[in-house]
Every structure is written in structure tokens, then in C-alpha cells.
Nanobody, 126 residues
């Protein structure tokens, strides 16, 4: 079956960096757009960013633009989320997800994703 397994979460101080990884198995990885979302108990799931199947294009949520970078290694079936200049409001559970849909306008909505990881906690401390 399909598995997406996130890792790399933890606690970091304001202004610090973390890199999340998401290892995929059970699917043809380069046939899927990979996205990152985040969620807190107080908010709905928020789009962080997504990377195209080939890795050739990316899109980001407004709150992370210029600070976060998504990349993928199709040979390793892994997608990454490099998070820099972290802020307390970045504290959340981060999820990776996979969708086969090619239209980038659909990547920002969690409704269009077919598979999800279990999430990894990121806490940004003052």
C-alpha cells in the first residue's frame, strides 16, 4: 500500500532552520505532485507548498514564500521541505501529500490530494 512517512520535525528557536523529509513507497513517485500542508488545533489545514512531478516547478503559500523551499529527489522517492527564518506562527503539524493532478491551481487544496502522511510536529520556540 501507499505510505508517506515524514521525518525531521522537532523544536527550533525563532530564526532557525529545519529540513523535513517525506519518503514515499507503494506508488510511482514521479507520477505524483507532492505537497506540504500544516495544521494546528486552532486552524484549518493550510497549504505550504507543492512541487511538480519532475521537480521543475514549485508553488508556495503566501505565509512561507521566500522562507521555505520544496524540492524532490525522484531517484530516492523523497520530497523535502527546507524551512528557514522560522517564526512562532510556523508551529504546526506538517503533512506531506501526493496528488496525480497536473493542474497547479488544484495543488493548494487538500481536497485534491490522494495520499497523506501521518505528520511531523514542528515547534518554533521564542
Amino acid at each position: 500500500q501507499v505510505q508517506l512517512v515524514e521525518s525531521g520535525g522537532g523544536m527550533v528557536q525563532v530564526g532557525g532552520s529545519l529540513r523535513l523529509s517525506c519518503a514515499a513507497s507503494g506508488l510511482t513517485f514521479n507520477s505524483y505532485v507532492m505537497g506540504w500542508f500544516r495544521q494546528t488545533p486552532e486552524k484549518e489545514r493550510e497549504f505550504v507548498g507543492a512541487v511538480a512531478k519532475s521537480g521543475g516547478s514549485t508553488t508556495y503559500g503566501d505565509s512561507v514564500k521566500g522562507r521555505f523551499t520544496i524540492s524532490r529527489d525522484n531517484a530516492k522517492n523523497t520530497v523535502y521541505l527546507q524551512m528557514n527564518s522560522l517564526k512562532p506562527e510556523d508551529t504546526a503539524v506538517y503533512y506531506c501529500a501526493a496528488t496525480f493532478r497536473d493542474y497547479s491551481i488544484m495543488w493548494t487544496s487538500s481536497d485534491w490530494y490522494n495520499y497523506w502522511g501521518q505528520g511531523t510536529q514542528v515547534t518554533v520556540a521564542l
